[in-house]
């Protein structure tokens, strides 16, 4: 059972270049999300899944794509990396939805050059 | 619109009382939480209220709700070095909304 994992743990990329960052969760959870930290800025949310097949928007969606083809991956799609992209990203995942316990991956560090 | 704010950074020593403030906007908040986050690591889940509660206590952690003024504090007794980690309120309505942090200091 290895709960929440994300992959890669560290990506630099340069301006313009396109990159999927992985979520995975073996916990059968309906809800899945993704925020990005920022410093002084706290996690802010990115988009969000209630379940297989269907996604939505949170706060800062603009130059993020998601998909949700299984309950169990959440990948996000960074089309053309911005350096405003730079941050750490972070998945959650929790059984009902956002008023139950998160479970957090270990992070990926972006750096868009 | 949904905002949840914090002081930045707390120092205290080891051995005192810590108390994390927050602040939220949304009065439809079912559940409030506190998440602990360690370095390198993802937010863990510590402790959480639900709305209809004033107070909550869990060990060394102490939880206090003032729907009135929507302020939350975590009092942490007892302060070890193991503490030190960054500390983030969230509230949730259809979404969960988290503050800025609160980075905890333990000194000796």
């Known amino acids: 059972n290895a709960g929440v994992t994300q992959t890669p743990k560290f990506q630099v990329l340069k301006t313009g270049q396109s990159m999927t960052l992985q979520c995975a969760q073996d916990?059968?959870?309906?809800?899945m999300s993704w925020y990005r930290q920022d410093p002084g800025m706290g996690l802010r949310l990115i988009h969000y899944?209630?379940?297989?097949?269907?996604?939505d928007q949170g706060e800062v969606p603009n130059g993020y794509n998601v998909s949700r083809s299984t309950t169990e991956d959440f990948p996000l799609r960074l089309l053309s990396a911005a350096p405003s992209q730079t941050s750490v990203y972070f998945c959650?995942?929790?059984?009902?939805?956002?008023?139950?316990?998160?479970?957090f991956g270990p992070g990926t560090r972006l750096l868009v050059l | 619109g949904e905002d949840v704010e914090q002081s930045l950074f707390l120092s205290v020593r080891e051995g005192d009382s810590s108390v994390i403030n927050c602040t939220y906007t949304?009065?439809?908040?079912?559940?409030l939480y506190w998440y602990k986050q360690e370095p390198g690591a993802g937010l863990q889940l510590l402790t959480y209220?639900?709305?209809?509660?004033d107070m909550k206590q869990d060990q060394r952690l102490t939880v206090l709700l003032n729907k009135k003024d929507k302020h939350l504090s975590l009092r942490i007794a007892d302060t070890q070095t193991g503490d030190s980690a960054i500390y983030f309120c969230?509230?949730?309505?259809?979404?969960?909304?988290f503050g800025t942090g609160t980075r905890l200091q333990v000194f000796p």
């Open positions: 209220i639900f709305s209809n509660m």
């Open positions: 949304d009065s439809s908040s079912t559940y």
């Open positions: 916990m059968n959870h309906e809800y």
């Open positions: 969230a509230e949730s309505t259809d979404k969960l909304i």
């Open positions: 899944s209630v379940g297989a097949g269907i996604t």
């Open positions: 959650a995942t929790s059984f009902g939805g956002p008023q139950e316990t998160q479970y």
